[in-house]
Nanobody, 131 residues
Framework: HVQLVESGGGSVQAGGALRLSCVGS?????????IAWFRQAPGKEREGITA????????YYDESVRGRFTISQDKRKNTVYLQMNSLESKDTATYYC????????????????????????WGQGTQVTVS
């Protein structure tokens, strides 16, 4: 079965940086899949912030993180990374990675954004606190 495991969260001062990792298993990584990062702050809805197509490497960023966050992958390790720079207190949240197993997933993402309803498989989340 599909498994996603996040790591790399922690506490950091404003202006600092963190890199999150998401290791995927149980599916054909690198074929017909998008991996996305979502975040959920206390009392707020979960929001999608970026996604990558594991085959062609296509990327998408929400306006809220464009220019500060970078998504990347290492296909040999079935791992997607989220490099977060210039962190602000508003970035404090639990961060989740999720998988959308559909060949045309990036087209869907680019049309309507990174939507929770499109992603079927989720990790357990990792906490990021910016103070």
């Amino acid at each position: 079965h599909v498994q996603l495991v996040e790591s790399g969260g922690g506490s950091v001062q404003a202006g600092g940086a963190l890199r999150l990792s998401c290791v995927g298993s149980g599916f054909n990584y690198g074929r017909n899949a998008c991996i996305a990062w979502f975040r959920q702050a206390p009392g707020k809805e979960r929001e999608g912030i970026t996604a990558i197509h594991t085959d062609n490497g296509g990327e998408y960023y929400d306006e809220s993180v464009r220019g500060r966050f970078t998504i990347s992958q290492d296909k040999r390790k079935n791992t997607v990374y989220l490099q977060m720079n210039s962190l602000e207190s508003k970035d404090t949240a639990t961060y989740y990675c999720a998988a959308y197993l559909y060949w045309n997933c990036m087209h869907v993402v680019r049309v309507r954004g990174v939507m929770t309803r499109d992603f079927d498989h989720w990790g357990q989340g990792t906490q990021v606190t910016v103070s």
